[in-house]
């Protein structure tokens, strides 16, 4: 069965950077688009970024254009989210999604908390 | 950036109610929308893809239509399990957008 299982929680100080991993499972991992969005506790759903683990392209949101990077290690079919120059505001959960015609599957969700 | 306008933005309702909510966006999207439910600490759920399609797995109580601009989620008989928010997001292009969600409560 398809599955998208995360990085566990990070704890991060100011300025630092976090990575969080995605490995994949149950398809694929060249044919789908994966997606990341966050949410902050008690918040809606943002939407990061989107990267094509084929080619390896990515698109990121303006909000996190410089900060963000999205890449892949195809042979383990796990995917990545780095976030740098963290401050208290990127504290959240982050997720990462599937994207077939539709978004389909999500990870389970790693926490990361910003916190001096 | 396409904007999702989602009302209300919570509602309380019976066991056995028909409940329905709303997704207005700023521009035409065909129907690409989606609608999740998300518990507390959980991942959020897809329930309905391409504005009419139900996931599978997903009781047939919910169900989504509309096309264009105005998208509709109905619970066709609130169960106490759906006590839950829901978003809608919009995937007509590359760059994703959601609603702000509508807490539901069940009486």
């Known amino acids: 069965q398809v599955q998208l299982v995360q990085s566990g929680a990070e704890v991060k100080k100011p300025g630092a950077s976090v990575k969080v991993s995605c490995k994949t499972s149950?398809?694929?991992?060249?044919?789908?688009?994966i997606n990341w969005v966050r949410q902050a506790t008690g918040q809606g759903l943002e939407w990061m970024g989107w990267?094509?683990?084929?080619?390896?392209?990515?698109d990121y949101a303006q909000k996190f254009q410089g900060r963000v990077t999205m890449t892949r290690n195809t042979s383990i079919s796990t995917a990545y989210m780095e976030l740098s120059s963290l401050r208290s505001e990127d504290t959240a959960v982050y997720y990462c999604?599937?994207?077939?015609?539709?978004?389909?599957?999500w990870g389970q969700g790693s926490l990361v908390t910003v916190s001096p | 950036d396409i904007q999702m306008t989602q009302s209300p933005s919570t509602l309380s309702a019976s066991v056995g109610d028909r409940v329905t909510i709303t997704c207005r966006a700023s521009?035409?999207?065909?129907?690409?929308v989606a609608w999740y439910q998300q518990k507390p600490g959980t991942a959020p759920e897809l329930l309905i893809y391409?504005?009419?399609n139900l996931q599978s797995g997903v009781p047939s109580r919910f169900s989504g239509s509309g096309s264009g601009t105005e998208f509709t989620l109905t619970i066709s008989s609130l169960q106490p399990d759906d006590s839950a928010t829901y978003y809608c997001?919009?995937?007509?292009?590359?760059?994703?957008?959601f609603g702000q969600g509508t807490k539901v409560e069940v009486k």
């Open positions: 999604v599937r994207r077939g015609n539709s978004p389909d599957y």
């Open positions: 149950g398809f694929t991992f060249i044919t789908y688009d």
């Open positions: 990267m094509n683990p084929d080619s390896g392209n990515t």
């Open positions: 521009q035409s999207i065909s129907s690409w």
């Open positions: 391409d504005a009419s």
């Open positions: 997001q919009q995937y007509n292009s590359i760059t994703w957008t």
